[in-house]
């Protein structure tokens, strides 16, 4: 009753979904790749509490990096001050990377906020680098880089982001990477992509090979190259970071979500030694961009202890045989009517509904919505993207919960769609 009267929910609140039992679900506990709402029902995190939660809820190893951190202090302003997480976690981050390619990291919260300090980081660096004609930023059609103003200007959703566009800045889209050859290059600043797969976009492949050719692009045109793998980024596709696939290291990486374990809002833009020197050389040494809470302590506690686990529990190794084993499973949906695509990338998946090959369901069914409801009703909870099911469990599920997973979602497509 009292969220009813006071809150506002992110999408989800006057959505008609013509489902009276779509009410928001009480969760109130948590434990592994399990939650618990308040009625003491148990369900399957099938998305990781919106792609965060990496290790499952509760790791014992984040929970003791919290509780220690708190017994020293929970937050410090990193303006002009710093303290040992932040940079014991600058320091992890980088060695993630082949030697001297990314080295500087500016923390801030958010996946939305690490995108627009990358748009920051490339403006300036063109004004103070001589070339301050390049101001131009090109995103791909069905991005979604964040709901902030800057970070939604990249937007190439219309629901989610066309309202606005007067407001927005003029970022423009295209579809490939042999469109931006239309374009006149010496006034793009940067180009940004969602590496390997869009989530938001309804889970769609990139072609294999396109994103080396992309960088490939840019090193021909000078152009600089921003890789959002807010969701992509520690381990969701196999490897620590989506580039790696393809061999390619960005100009910036923008990374949050599961940085902290899916525990605390934070977020990291990292960059290169050459762009952040031209911060150095120009009159201005200051990047303009600052938050209350920038490198928060207890945050960075967490996301060290994620690194950690990363490390000590063999989690990619481990990975690897989940991965194959979500795709055999996928193979019995995929022959379900209604299921026109699976796509798999990693351990995320999305499972396609549509009437007939040809033809989508109509939007005012929302057949995705209630396929979600209905498979909450089995035990797993997961979100649609219009009609596209997202399948993007915690790393820590086992294996039968894998197959509850797959089985509670056929099981809900049943029922709904026949
Ligand atoms: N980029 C991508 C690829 C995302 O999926 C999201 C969130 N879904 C964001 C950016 C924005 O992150 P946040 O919601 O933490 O601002």
């Known amino acids: 009753a009292l969220d009813k009267s006071h809150l506002w929910h992110p999408f989800t609140q006057h ?18 790749a399990l939650l618990r709402d308040s009625e003491g029902r148990e369900y399957i995190d099938g998305n990781s509490s919106i792609w965060t939660n990496l290790h499952g809820h509760r790791h014992p190893k984040i929970d003791a990096a919290i509780r220690a951190q708190l017994d020293r202090v929970a937050h410090t302003s990193f303006l002009g001050f710093t303290h040992p997480l932040a940079a014991e976690l600058a320091r992890e981050l980088v060695a993630l990377w082949p030697a ?21 980081m490339a403006v300036q660096f063109w004004q103070q680098n001589g070339h301050p004609e390049r101001t131009r930023f090109i995103a791909f059609s ?37 469109a931006l050859d239309t374009l006149d290059s010496t006034t793009i600043a940067a180009v940004v992509i969602e590496p390997l797969m869009q989530g938001a976009a309804g889970m769609r492949l990139w072609p294999r090979g396109m994103l080396a050719e992309l960088r490939r692009w840019c090193d021909e045109h000078g152009v600089l ?39 605390l809002p934070l977020a990291a833009t990292l960059t290169s030694e050459r762009i952040f020197n031209a911060f150095l050389g120009g009159p201005d040494r200051t990047l303009y961009y600052g938050h209350s809470y920038t490198a928060n302590q207890l945050g960075c506690a967490a996301a060290l202890a994620s690194l950690a686990i990363f490390r000590e529990e063999r989690v990619l190794e481990q990975l690897a045989g989940k991965i194959d084993l979500l795709a055999r499973l996928l193979g019995k949906p995929r022959g379900q009517r209604y299921v026109a695509e699976v796509r798999q990338c990693g351990f995320m998946a999305g499972v396609e509904l549509r009437r007939t ?6 939007a005012d069914q929302f057949i995705g919505a209630k396929v979600c409801l209905a498979a909450r009703r089995h035990g797993l909870l997961t979100r649609p993207i219009r009609d596209t099911i997202v399948l993007m469990p915690p790393y820590c599920i086992n294996e039968a919960q894998i197959g509850g997973m797959v089985s509670a979602l056929a099981t809900a497509i049943r029922e709904v769609c026949g």
């Open 100 to 120: 001297n390619t990314l080295t500087r990291v500016f923390l801030s919260d958010d996946g939305s906020t690490a995108v627009e300090v990358a748009l920051k």
């Open 225 to 263: 190259l921003i890789l959002d793998e807010v969701m992509t980024g520690f381990g969701r596709t196999g490897k620590m970071f989506a580039c790696e696939h393809e061999g390619v290291i960005p100009d910036f990486i923008a990374l949050a979500k599961g940085l902290t374990g899916g525990y």
């Open 357 to 362: 090959e040809q033809e989508a369901f109509p």
């Open 142 to 178: 069905g991005a979604y880089h964040g709901d902030t103003m800057g970070a939604s200007s990249l937007g190439g959703i219309s629901t989610f982001h066309g309202r606005f566009s007067a407001w927005q800045f003029p970022a423009e889209h295209v579809a490939s990477v042999g």
């Open 15 to 32: 959505r008609d979904w013509n489902a009276p039992e779509h009410e928001p679900l009480v969760l109130v506990e948590g434990e592994g």
